[in-house]
Every structure is written in structure tokens, then in C-alpha cells.
């Protein structure tokens, strides 16, 4: 497939009508904390193991999905082997996962000039992206960061090319750090959001009729999983062929609901959040068997008896949930519990691809953590 020009390329994001399809794969990943960025990290082992990953046109993602997303794109051009993978993409994700990254933003936020999301940006740009902006993403696979504008109620997408809202307009070649990029993405209400986009109205390249001016001045930006927990539209628009890797806790049942109204709109948000996400992955799935799209749906809610295929990996229903409930928080996370997630995220991305989107191929050879059971 031909490159399109970075420099032109306007992207199919004008508005909400469906395109026609590419011949492409798209792949999104969800939001959920870093449980999700470590789900995410094995599921891109095994992709790389079944040389797809080098395939993927377009990588999308939102909140825990992007940390592991900006930071994939950063080291794209380094990963000429499986030891590269660990060495550049891996590791250094490990190292950001062991330490606790909200609280201390939102101590730091409180008592120091700033806002919480720019103590976030700033860690994060100190752990993984060394400064990098939205003009150091390859050129090729492209990759969308997205967040939720929260005056527009629409996705607001960071690329190489341009960023963007399709209701407000949008500025070419940006230069924002991929670290604000991704903060604005997983910046998780309330604490953590809003990330202040400060941008002003002469720096838009793009603009919608009649918009005023107010919405393009420090844009309040959230969670991009706010609208869309898989990062799915800008690449399930575009492509024929489809990748998700889910990342995303189910909603626990719960016995006792508290009284006061805190309790009570935490759980009514997190139970319209699960229907929604229910609603959307059974239309995936059903495309899928439709034969109307191709690829796989992967998640860390799946228990893995349903794969259809031979299982190399042994693990456990139980076991599989104990993992899916890990908390969705920036909270560090203990060697055993990091390689547990990337373990599973291998195997459910081996065991989603091997049932419906490579059937017949090879199993993995071995996980990425092989002393470290489920």
C-alpha cells in the first residue's frame, strides 16, 4: 500500500459519514490504566511474533492504550528483532508501570504551579518520550492518539499531520509533545482532567462554519475513552481489516450500593460505560462473523475456554479474572504483576488470531515471561 503524503494528508476525519474501506489493518487499543498498557505490550509481542505488526497501517488508541502507543511509535524504527522489542518498547515501559504516576501528579498539582495533567505530561515525557513531539512519529504506520474534547463532545485526534476535532477544526503539523498527546488521552475524570490544550484561534489551519472563537482557545481536553474506550472510530472508518486489543476491566457486581450521591454516580457512570462498551464489542464480533470485516477481537475480560483453538498457554478462567479486575489506576505495579499482564495479553492476542484471523498458524514459541506463571 502506497504511503500518502504527510505533508497533504487531510485524513478521513471531516465529519461522521462512513468511507469506503481500505484494503489496510487498523489496530486499536483501549484505555484502562496501566493494566490496559501492559495487556497492550504483550499483545504487540505476539503481533510482531506473527509478522503483522510491520502490516498494521494505522495504530489507534486511547488513555492506557496510548502510553504504550506513543511510546511504540517513538522507537518504530529501532525494532529490528525480538531483543529490540524488549530492549526499546518493553523495558522501558516496565520501569514507567513500577512507579505510581497519579497520586503523586495530584499532590504535585495541588501544592506546585501547573495543573495535575502537566505534572503527568511532564513525568511521562521524562520516562518514555525524551521530548518527542507530534512531528517524531513515523511517518508510517500512522498513529492517532486520541481524547475526548470535552466542550465539542467529540474525539480530538493527535497525528502526525494534523490534530484535530471534526466539529471545531484543526492545526496542521503540530508540534505538541507526544506526552502531552498522551496525557490528554488518559486523562481520566475527575482527577486527572481536564488536560488544557492551550492553543489559540490564529494557530488553526482549519476551520469549522460558525464556530466561535471560545472553542478554539485552551481546549479542555479528556479521556479519550470518555467517547470511545477502544480508539475504534478512526481506524473501523477506514480499513477493511480490523485489530482491537481490550484492555478494559468488567463491571464487578457489587451488593451493597452506597447511599450518598458520589457512590451513586460513580456506579451509574461505570454501568452506562459497560453497556456501552458491551454494545460496541458484539457489534465487532458480529461484523467479524458476518464476514463484513476481517481481523480479531482480543480482551482481558475473555475467558480463554472460549477461544476455539488448541491452547499452548494453560490459564485458567480464574486466574484470567483475577487479572481482568486489576484496579484501572497509574499505581505501580510489582514485577510479577507487570509480567502477568503482558504474559496475557500475549496469549490472548495468540489465541484471538490463531481462531479467527490466522487460523491454522503457528502457536507462540514461548511467552515473554516463561518462569512466570498465571
Same mark, same amino acid.
Given at each position: $500500500?502506497?504511503?500518502?503524503?504527510? #505533508? !497533504?494528508?487531510?485524513?478521513?476525519?471531516?465529519?461522521?459519514?462512513?468511507?469506503?474501506?481500505?484494503?489496510?489493518?487498523?489496530?486499536? *487499543?483501549?484505555?484502562?490504566?496501566?493494566?490496559?498498557?501492559?495487556?497492550?505490550?504483550?499483545?504487540?509481542?505476539?503481533?510482531?511474533?506473527?509478522?503483522?505488526?510491520?502490516?498494521?497501517?494505522?495504530?489507534?488508541?486511547?488513555?492506557?492504550?496510548?502510553? !504504550?502507543?506513543?511510546?511504540?511509535?517513538?522507537?518504530?524504527?529501532?525494532?529490528?528483532?525480538?531483543?529490540?522489542?524488549?530492549?526499546?518498547?518493553?523495558?522501558? %515501559?516496565?520501569?514507567?508501570?513500577?512507579?505510581?504516576?497519579?497520586?503523586?501528579?495530584? /499532590?504535585?498539582?495541588?501544592?506546585?504551579?501547573?495543573?495535575?495533567?502537566?505534572?503527568?505530561?511532564?513525568?511521562?515525557?521524562?520516562?518514555?518520550?525524551?521530548?518527542?513531539?507530534?512531528?517524531?512519529?513515523?511517518?508510517?504506520?500512522?498513529?492517532?492518539?486520541?481524547?475526548?474534547? *470535552?466542550? &465539542?463532545?467529540?474525539?480530538?485526534?493527535?497525528?502526525?499531520? /494534523? $490534530?484535530?476535532?471534526?466539529?471545531?477544526?484543526?492545526? *496542521?503539523?503540530? !508540534?505538541?509533545?507526544?506526552?502531552?498527546?498522551?496525557?490528554?488521552?488518559?486523562?481520566?475524570?475527575?482527577?486527572?482532567?481536564? /488536560?488544557?490544550?492551550?492553543?489559540?484561534? #490564529?494557530?488553526?489551519?482549519?476551520?469549522?462554519?460558525?464556530?466561535?472563537?471560545?472553542?478554539?482557545?485552551?481546549?479542555?481536553?479528556?479521556?479519550?475513552?470518555?467517547?470511545?474506550?477502544?480508539? %475504534?472510530?478512526?481506524?473501523?472508518?477506514? /480499513?477493511?481489516?480490523?485489530?482491537?486489543?481490550?484492555?478494559?476491566?468488567?463491571?464487578? $457486581?457489587?451488593?451493597?450500593?452506597?447511599?450518598?450521591?458520589?457512590?451513586?454516580?460513580?456506579?451509574?457512570?461505570?454501568?452506562?460505560?459497560?453497556?456501552?462498551? @458491551? %454494545?460496541?464489542?458484539?457489534?465487532?464480533?458480529?461484523?467479524?462473523? @458476518?464476514? #463484513?470485516?476481517?481481523?480479531?477481537?482480543?480482551?482481558?475480560?475473555?475467558?480463554?475456554?472460549?477461544?476455539?483453538?488448541?491452547?499452548?498457554?494453560?490459564?485458567?478462567?480464574? @486466574?484470567?479474572?483475577?487479572?481482568?479486575?486489576?484496579?484501572?489506576?497509574?499505581?505501580? $505495579? &510489582?514485577?510479577? =504483576?507487570?509480567? =502477568?499482564?503482558?504474559?496475557?495479553?500475549?496469549?490472548?492476542?495468540?489465541?484471538?488470531?490463531?481462531?479467527?484471523?490466522?487460523?491454522?498458524?503457528? =502457536?507462540? @514459541?514461548? %511467552?515473554?515471561?516463561?518462569?512466570?506463571?498465571?
Amino acid at each position: $500500500m502506497a504511503i500518502p503524503d504527510i #505533508e !497533504t494528508s487531510t485524513d478521513e476525519d471531516t465529519g461522521p459519514a462512513q468511507r469506503e474501506l481500505e484494503p489496510g489493518i487498523g489496530l486499536a *487499543m483501549s484505555g484502562g490504566g496501566y493494566r490496559a498498557t501492559l495487556f497492550h505490550v504483550g499483545a504487540i509481542i505476539r503481533l510482531y511474533e506473527f509478522d503483522l505488526l510491520k502490516d498494521i497501517s494505522r495504530i489507534s488508541s486511547v488513555s492506557g492504550g496510548s502510553i !504504550t502507543a506513543g511510546r511504540l511509535a517513538i522507537v518504530w524504527d529501532k525494532l529490528k528483532s525480538r531483543d529490540d522489542l524488549f530492549t526499546h518498547f518493553v523495558d522501558p %515501559l516496565r520501569r514507567l508501570t513500577g512507579k505510581t504516576l497519579d497520586r503523586s501528579a495530584i /499532590f504535585r498539582g495541588l501544592v506546585l504551579p501547573g495543573t495535575i495533567s502537566d505534572v503527568v505530561a511532564r513525568k511521562l515525557d521524562n520516562e518514555l518520550y525524551g521530548g518527542a513531539t507530534l512531528q517524531d512519529l513515523p511517518n508510517w504506520p500512522l498513529f492517532t492518539i486520541n481524547a475526548t474534547n *470535552m466542550e &465539542s463532545g467529540r474525539l480530538w485526534r493527535f497525528q502526525k499531520a /494534523f $490534530m484535530r476535532d471534526w466539529k471545531v477544526g484543526g492545526i *496542521m503539523k503540530p !508540534t505538541v509533545k507526544i506526552a502531552q498527546a498522551v496525557t490528554a488521552s488518559a486523562a481520566f475524570p475527575p482527577v486527572l482532567s481536564p /488536560f488544557r490544550l492551550r492553543v489559540q484561534p #490564529e494557530d488553526f489551519d482549519v476551520r469549522e462554519d460558525g464556530v466561535d472563537d471560545r472553542f478554539l482557545r485552551d481546549i479542555s481536553l479528556t479521556d479519550g475513552g470518555v467517547y470511545d474506550n477502544y480508539g %475504534l472510530e478512526p481506524v473501523w472508518k477506514r /480499513f477493511q481489516t480490523v485489530l482491537v486489543s481490550d484492555g478494559g476491566s468488567a463491571l464487578t $457486581m457489587e451488593s451493597r450500593i452506597g447511599r450518598n450521591w458520589i457512590t451513586q454516580l460513580q456506579r451509574t457512570v461505570s454501568v452506562i460505560h459497560s453497556q456501552v462498551h @458491551a %454494545l460496541r464489542s458484539r457489534t465487532i464480533v458480529e461484523k467479524y462473523l @458476518a464476514k #463484513e470485516r476481517e481481523g480479531a477481537f482480543w480482551s482481558i475480560s475473555t475467558p480463554p475456554s472460549r477461544f476455539k483453538v488448541e491452547p499452548y498457554f494453560e490459564v485458567s478462567d480464574k @486466574a484470567a479474572l483475577e487479572i481482568a479486575q486489576i484496579a484501572t489506576r497509574l499505581k505501580s $505495579m &510489582s514485577a510479577k =504483576r507487570q509480567e =502477568r499482564l503482558i504474559n496475557f495479553g500475549y496469549i490472548q492476542c495468540d489465541n484471538a488470531i490463531r481462531s479467527y484471523f490466522r487460523v491454522g498458524a503457528d =502457536r507462540g @514459541a514461548a %511467552l515473554p515471561f516463561p518462569n512466570r506463571s498465571l
